[in-house]
C-alpha cells in the first residue's frame, strides 16, 4: 500500500492519521506496527500503539461501539444498491471501512437477517438472485447467436430463438457465420415464413449481424412503426446479455452434439483429417454437411415440441414451445409481430443475402466426379459420412502423389 493512497481522517498529526487510517482499514494491531516501521519509518511499540488509539478514541470492543442505530442506517443504504449481493461479512467489512462505524459481524449479520431476508436465504442456498426475463408474447423478442464447437471443422452453427415461447426461429448450418449475407438469409427465411417481422432483435456486435439490423430497422420504420424509426428494434449487446440463445446452446450440447464433438477430435488425433489443411476441410464439408442438417433440424423439431416445465421465474410460461408460440392466449401471452409486406422483404432479399454453400463449387464438381467414379452414395449418418471422407481422401492422395511421381 502506497502512503499517497491513504485516505485522510482529518487529524492534525500526521502519525495519529496513520494509525487512524490503518486501524479503520482493518489491521491488526502487529500489522500496524509493521506498515509504520516499514513504510513510513516509525518505529512503534505495542504499548505506545495502544496508548495513541485510546487517545484517539479508536477500538473494537464494546465501549467503542457505535449506536445500532446509525449501523441499521449504513446497512440500509448498502442495501439500495450493490451491497444487496453481500454477505454479513462482506457487509460488516463495508460499513467499518467505508462507513468507518465500529461493530461486530454478529450485529450486522442480525440486521441483514431482518432487513433482507429473502437475499441471505439465497445466499444460504448458494443460490443467485437472478434478474427476472420477461417478454409479452411471441415474436416480442428473437435472440440470434452462432455456435463455434465444430467451426475447426468447416462447419458454423447459427440459430435464432423466440424469448417468449423459447422456440427455435431457425437452426442452420453453413461453411460460416460470419458473413452478414449468408446469415442474413436466415432471418430473412424465417420472416417470410411468418409473414411479419419480430418486434425486437438482439445479437452481439459481430459484423455478421449488420445486414439482419439493416433489414429490421428498414422494414419496421418503412411501416411508420415508432421503434423501426428511432433505430431501437435491433439491440446490440454482449452476449452474457442474449441469455436466451445463450442458455440453449449449452443444451445444444448435450443434445447430440458432444458427440459430434468427439467424432471429428477422433478423426484429428487419428491422423485422418488436418484441420490446418484447407482440402481435408472441404472434403469434411461435403461430406458431412448434408448429415448435420438433418441433425439441426431433429433436434429443432424435437426441442419444439417437448414440455417446458413451470419455472418460479416470472415471464417464464411452461408448454411446449411450438404451443407457445403459435397460441400464446394459452399461456398469457399475446402475439407481438409487426405485419410486413412480401414484395418488401423480397427486394430487401436480394440486396442483402446470400445463400449459403457447403463447400468451394470447383472442389464439389470434382468430389462429385470421383464419388461417381467410386459408386458412392451421399451419407445419412456420421459412420457412412466417416467412410466416404476416407474414401476421397484416400484418392486425392494417391492422384496427387502420382502427380508429383
Known sequence: MSQENLPLIGFDNEKDTLIATYFELGFKYQEILAFLATIHEWPMSLVQL???LKRLGLGRRSLYKDSFQSVTEAVQFELRGTGKDLGYRSMHDRITKIHKLVTDRETVRVILNYLDPEGVQCRRQRRLRRRE??????????????????????????????????????????????????VCSYFANAILKINGLPNVVRADRGT????????????????????????TSFLYGRST???????????????????????FKELT?????????????ECCRYCYMHVLKLELDKIK?????????????HGCPSGRPDVMY??????????CMHAVEQTEINVLTNALTAEPSVCNDNNK???????????RQAADNLNDAADNLVYLLDVLESNLSHDNY
Open 241 to 263: 446479455s442474449n441469455q436466451r440463445i445463450e442458455s440453449w446452446w449449452s443444451k445444444f450440447g448435450s443434445m447430440g452434439m458432444t458427440t459430434w464433438i468427439e467424432h
Open 269 to 281: 488425433g487419428q491422423g485422418i483429417i488436418d484441420t490446418s489443411n484447407n482440402l481435408d476441410i
Open 365 to 375: 464438381e470434382l468430389f462429385d466426379i470421383l464419388m461417381a467414379e467410386g459408386n
Open 133 to 182: 426475463y420477461y417478454t409479452r408474447g411471441p415474436n416480442d423478442l428473437w435472440h440470434i447467436d452462432g455456435w463455434d464447437k465444430l467451426k475447426p471443422y468447416g462447419f458454423c452453427v447459427h440459430g435464432g430463438i423466440d424469448g417468449y415461447s423459447r422456440r427455435i426461429i431457425w437452426l442452420e448450418v453453413a461453411s460460416t457465420n460470419n458473413d452478414p449475407y449468408v
Open 50 to 52: 495502544k496508548r495513541n
Open 326 to 335: 403459435y397460441m400464446p392466449d394459452r399461456s398469457g401471452g399475446v402475439e
Open 208 to 231: 455478421e449481424n449488420t445486414n439482419i439490423a439493416q433489414m429490421q430497422t428498414f422494414l419496421r420504420g418503412a411501416n411508420n412503426d415508432n421503434r423501426g424509426m428511432l433505430n
Open 301 to 313: 423439431m424435437l426441442w419444439n415440441t417437448h414440455y417446458i416445465r413451470a419455472s418460479r421465474h
